[in-house]
């Protein structure tokens, strides 16, 4: 609350009959060159200007903002409102009501823990695939959420009771940043202060990195650790730099037969090469205006994946269509308006704002394209993808790299005898090349029209149907899922007319592909029921299987028997398409090996196709009634017939009616019985929510930092370890630490559910921090004869030999002995999705320092918040340049200082060896550098971390 105000910038906005209290930016000199985003930060700090937190000394800095140079002046921004999902936000509830209960420990008043921010959760991220291309699909999935989940969302019922300002939307009616778009984000928000009427601009911090799609709104936010977001609704600023702003100019207008998705891929993958981690991208120019609002929103939902803290688009006319349709009344477009030109706000083609760096795309260029198979920035034209499949199979089929260099070369993609039936060179699983005619030469055909370097076809006979080849490269799920896309009506209904042009062709999609449809709110299904498209999908076995996040979460359930079957059986590299944002190695399923990104009609379309191993250019989908080859380009809807759907089937009414109830919930909802009560009587037998261990033993006064001495190393790791490695994610795995819990409960494995839905209880969520079936630590190649496993594995040095180990039972072992442990890691560590539990895991399990070449920005922090250290490798350095292998006994020195009110820019690093090391192996000794960066982040380091710095802060 501003108790301050230096420049006199409170004044009154007058519109229609309603006066509004508003703090002007053009009191602050400097204000007119600031890009857009910086003017919201600078109307943020003027209106929370309390003399301490916030400073004029801050306002002066940020109106003589120096685009060219290095961040280096701290603010506090505090952020309208905080949104959330049930996945991240499940654990900030069980935080809040801890903390109620730590307080009254305390001598506090546990009514003082509410959110002092709104906060409003949407539940998405909790409903499977399970049930797929059968009408019943959606009903039966919901159905068996609620079984699974049913304990969570009690605890989320009572919490909506419990809790002022906290809002939630139930299952099954959408995904988050759909819903923030849609229904929740004001642009221009407006709120009683003190028995005034105050109107300031829309901002907020979400507990998922995609929060940043509402940024094509003209609203500043951002995903952040469901810590940072705990302290934010607990009424703490989010602590941060001003920061670089990358100015993207657009220009010209996107061609027909490209999508939104290949504008997004495009820009993503030029935003990768430039480097924009820590940054703003803010778009600008005469191409803005011919932006629909929902591909804004599309691009700016991706801005985790090129890497910055946000990507937005500033106010326009475009913005106050979208408001007018999606079903906001006229006084809030009459608002925005208003308020956006009196603040300079509303975006002029012709005013070029100044930017620290700049870079420019023309929208007539961009082609269509894909991206994987594993980051979605590894951009691939869509003429080029069977030839780069080609390239990419031989690093996940089971062939050796020798033998991979010898069949490369046997297999040119232009080779036109590289087909079915004719004799070439594969390699089979011994290694050995064999010259052989194609047996299967029929069957190969109808699967993809030619095989590839690594092929290795197997025969699936499936429960009814024809046997078929399914070989490497296959598509075994094709999803249109993610908010990414599921917000875009222009490649939704591409999406549902490229199906209706393939069933009048009398295409089907292959028998061996699961195919799914999540839209990410109930107007898609209306608009896709108005149009009849939806019959035509569901012709293709695209059903809808739930309103939530699905595929692009990795709750992609199991896929077709018999296909996992195989896959299993014969070590097949199969792939999934999906139009979602990511595609990491281990997320979608644990069966496929390479998962590709893709608009909504491609994914159609490649479930006609079956195969990555496809060229849409010269091989045909199949033949239509005369016989004749049907190609993509004979079934790819024109621009017009999409837009001439959008505008017969998509109206305002729609928005109005589906968003009228989006609190109330269905029946299973409003029966749940919940708790009551302000402290929640938790449950001991419950393996969903648990008391979180954060504030055991907590005194009032501060424990002194002290150095690490001692400590094990538990993970040496390579470059680009994402959240996913990190975090538990997907399923619980039979035989794993987290099973072991679940069976010794009573929980049978059918019951064991998704980490994401068990994220309140930290007992399975620790089991599963590192636990990723990809994960690579180096450390175990000593005892795999030079092999490094992949998983959840390290060496356990309280042990004789050092064996390999779960992670987490080695860290039990140490914790035991008392012995602190360093985590190595190589560039970009910590990259993806906002997860505090990569944090809290990694906190819980004993880490108190990560050792990297560098971070991206949310994990470093929220490592921070979690009171582990977050440091770096001297520049040009790594662990393995340094000559460290893991097995030393490490010691760090000079963390004492911040007892003294100092950040040391670096510390002392010492690296002696052990009885597990080489022989002759020396001491190494180098100054890490301290990657605690403000001020802010030093008092929760201090603390102990974010939760137990708010805590002493309330009492």
């Known amino acids: ?34 890009p857009f985003s910086l003017k919201v930060l600078l109307e943020n700090l003027l209106r929370t200007e309390d003399g301490a937190n916030v400073t004029k000394e801050q306002i002066q800095a940020l109106g003589s903002w120096n685009p060219d140079a290095e961040p280096d002046t701290e603010i506090q921004f505090t952020p309208a409102r905080v949104v959330m999902q049930d996945f991240t936000g499940v654990p900030c509830i069980v935080d809040l009501a801890t903390m109620r209960e730590a307080v009254t420990a305390l001598g506090g008043d546990p009514n003082r823990i509410n959110p002092l921010s709104p906060a409003e959760m949407v539940i998405d991220h909790s409903v499977i695939a399970d049930l797929f291309g059968t009408a019943n699909a959606l009903e039966r999935n919901v159905e ?36 923030n778009i849609e229904h929740l984000a004001k642009v221009v928000y407006d709120r009683q202060v003190d028995g005034v009427l105050r109107a300031y601009p829309d901002t907020c911090v979400g507990t998922d990195s995609h929060t940043t799609m509402v940024n094509g709104l003209g609203v500043l936010g951002w995903g952040v650790g469901g810590i940072e977001a ?53 778009f600008y120019g005469a191409g803005v205006a011919s932006v629909p609002l929902a591909n804004r929103a599309t691009i700016g939902n991706m801005s985790p994946e090129f890497g910055s803290t946000a990507a937005i688009f500033p106010i326009d006319d475009v913005t106050l269509d979208y408001l007018r349709l999606t ?25 070029e704002p100044v930017f620290s760096e700049y870079i420019e795309l023309d929208l007539s260029t961009v082609v269509p394209s894909i991206a994987g198979p594993k980051r979605p920035q590894d951009r691939i034209l869509l003429s080029e993808a069977k030839e780069q499949f080609q390239k990419d199979i031989l690093n996940y089929a089971n062939v050796t790299v020798e033998d991979a260099v010898e069949v490369e070369g046997t297999f040119p993609a232009s080779d036109p ?36 370097p690594a092929s290795s076809p197997v025969e699936v006979t499936p429960p009814e149907g024809s046997p078929y080849l399914l070989d490497n490269g296959a598509v075994t799920l094709a999803a249109i899922t993610s908010c990414t896309n599921t917000s875009n009506p222009s490649v939704m209904i591409a999406a549902g007319l490229l199906a209706r042009k393939a069933r009048e062709k009398g295409l089907k999609q292959k028998p061996w592909v699961k195919t799914t449809l999540g839209p990410g709110s109930k107007v898609v299904t209306d608009y896709y029921e108005k149009s009849g498209l939806d019959k035509d999908l569901e012709g293709l076995g695209f059903y809808t299987v739930g309103y939530g996040c699905t595929i692009c979460i990795g709750n992609s359930g199991p896929l077709i028997d018999e296909v996992s079957q195989a896959v299993n059986d014969n070590d097949l590299a199969v792939t999934a398409v999906l139009s979602g944002n990511r595609n990491f190695e281990g997320r979608i399923s644990p ?158 494995q ?67 002995q008392e012995t602190p442990l360093v985590v190595f890691g190589g560039k970009e560590y910590g990259s993806g999705s906002s997860r505090d539990w990569a944090a809290k895991g990694t906190s819980l399990l004993g880490v108190k320092a990560v050792i990297t070449e560098s971070f991206e920005r949310i994990h470093r922090s929220n490592l921070i918040g979690m009171g582990v250290v977050p440091l770096q490798f001297p520049a040009g350095e790594s662990w393995k340049s340094l000559g460290l292998d893991g097995t030393e006994i490490i010691s760090i020195t000079g963390l004492e200082k911040l007892n003294e009110g100092v950040t040391p820019k670096t510390v002392r690093v010492t690296a002696e060896p052990s009885e597990f090391s080489a022989p002759g192996k020396e001491t190494v000794e180098f100054d890490a550098v301290v990657r605690i960066d403000t001020p802010g982040e030093a008092d929760y380091y201090r603390n102990g971390g974010i939760l137990q710095y708010v805590l002493r802060s309330l009492v």
Not at 8 to 24: C, M, N, P, Q
Not at 427 to 451: M, N, R, Y
């Open 327 to 351: 079903g906001r009344d006229e006084q809030t477009v009459a608002l925005v308006e208003a308020y956006a030109k009196e603040q300079t706000l509303w975006h002029n083609a012709e005013v």
């Open 750 to 816: 059918k019951d064991f559910n998704s980490y994401g839905s068990r994220r309140g209880n930290h007992e399975v969520m620790i089991r599963g921090t590192f636990a990723n079936i990809r994960l690579k630590n180096e450390l175990v190649a000593a005892v795999n004869d030079g092999k490094v496993v992949e998983g959840g594995y390290t060496r356990d040095f309280t042990q004789p030999g050092g064996p390999q180990s779960f992670i987490f039972d080695a860290c039990m072992n140490y914790q035991a």
């Open 144 to 179: 068996i959420e609620y079984e699974r989940n049913g304990e969570r969302y009690q605890f989320l019922r009572w919490g909506q009771t419990a809790f002022d300002d906290f809002k939630v939307v139930p299952p099954g009616t959408g995904i988050v940043h759909q819903v």
């Open 417 to 452: 005898g590289n087909a079915p039936g004719v004799e070439h060179e594969t390699v089979s699983e011994d290694g050995v090349s064999h010259q052989h005619e194609d047996q299967h030469a029929e069957s190969a055909l109808l699967f993809s029209g030619s095989t590839h």
């Open 230 to 282: 705990e302290a934010a609704m607990l009424g703490q600023p989010v602590s941060m730099l001003i920061p670089r702003v990358v100015g993207f100019k657009l220009t010209g207008e996107i061609p027909a037969g490209v999508t939104a998705t290949d504008v997004v891929l495009t820009i993503t993958e030029m935003l990768r090469k430039h480097g924009v981690v820590g940054k703003f991208v803010e």
């Open 591 to 748: 069966d496929v090996k390479m998962n590709y990104l893709a608009s909504p009609p491609l994914v159609v379309a490649y479930a006609l196709a079956g195969s990555m191993n496809f060229d849409f250019e010269t091989d045909p989908l199949g033949k239509d009634a005369d016989g004749n080859d049907v190609f993509l380009k004979d079934i790819w809807p024109a621009t017009d017939e999409v837009q001439e759907i959008i505008d017969s089937s998509i109206s305002r009414e729609q928005f109005i009616k589906q968003y009228a109830t989006v609190f109330d919930g269905d029946e299973r909802w409003q029966t749940l019985p919940t708790p009551t009560g302000p402290i929640f009587e938790w449950d001991e037998d419950s393996t969903y929510v648990r008391k979180a261990p954060y504030f055991d033993g907590m005194k009032t006064e501060l424990t002194p930092v002290t150095d690490i001495r001692g400590a094990r190393v538990m993970a040496a790791l390579g470059d680009s370890v994402t959240t996913d490695h990190i975090s538990p994610a997907g399923n619980i795995k039979a035989g794993t630490p987290a099973a072991q819990y679940l069976t010794e409960h009573g929980v049978a």
């Open 1 to 34: 609350m501003s108790t301050v105000d230096s420049f006199g910038a409170k004044s009154t906005l007058t519109v229609g009959s309603t006066d509004y209290e508003i703090f002007r930016i053009d009191t602050v000199d400097g204000y007119e060159k600031l």
